[in-house]
């Protein structure tokens, strides 16, 4: 296993998608990883500390288990077969480890939001051809696609209910960064 840090979140213009940069702590090697634009959304705000006023679903997550005294202890991306990657969370609970299965996006925004180690195995590590390794990549999964109507509109909403509420708290930072989120969905 070799550790990586989340390095930042890009658009790849010759997919038309967004790739997720992971940097290799000692040689500096990057990997990008081909994320939804629904998934960039989220780890952006994720990483620049952005709050909504309701929590995502990582978030709920993370407080279900605060709330059963549980933590992360680390992330693997452990696998990856014909173009997709996949991850592993690893919790403690109690005496006991427990290897959640979850999309690589996931598990790197909990790993952003608890600050917990990220390795991908080297049998992964081994597997990827990092001079075409976005070519390679599938944004399926494996699981039947469906039709999943985004309403652009009510993650506007969400996003001006956060400005608001930034502004109110007068946390001018954040507020700038929601205010530049929602003007790049209005193009």
């Known amino acids: 296993m070799e550790l990586f840090n989340f390095e930042k979140v890009e658009f790849s213009s010759s997919h ?3 790739v997720v940069i ?3 702590c000692e040689n500096k090697k990057t990997i990008p990883i081909l994320i939804s634009s629904n998934e960039a959304q989220s780890l952006s705000l994720t990483s620049e500390n952005i709050k909504l006023p309701r929590p995502r679903s990582n978030e709920l997550f993370l407080n279900l288990l ?3 005294e549980g933590n992360i ?3 693997s991306i452990n696998k990856y077969e014909n173009g997709i990657f996949f991850a592993i969370l690893n919790i403690k609970i109690n005496q006991s480890i427990i290897n959640l299965d979850c999309k690589p996006s996931n598990a790197i925004e909990i790993a952003i939001k608890e600050n917990a ?3 991908i195995s080297q049998d992964v590590l081994n597997k990827i051809n990092f001079n075409n390794i976005i ?3 599938s944004l399926n999964e494996g699981y039947e696609s469906f039709n999943q109507n985004v309403d652009i509109s009510d993650i506007k909403d969400n996003l ?13 930072e954040v507020a700038a960064k929601l205010r530049d989120r929602i003007n790049k969905l209005k193009t």
């Not at 001006?160 to 946390?171: F, G, R, T, V, Y």
């Open 66 to 68: 605060n709330k059963i």
């Open 135 to 137: 070519e390679q990549q």
């Open 22 to 24: 992971l940097k290799n």
């Open 73 to 75: 202890k680390s992330i």
């Open 16 to 18: 038309k998608s967004y």
């Open 160 to 172: 001006m209910d956060a400005l608001n509420k930034s502004i109110i708290e007068e946390n001018y």
């Open 117 to 119: 180690p990220l390795y």
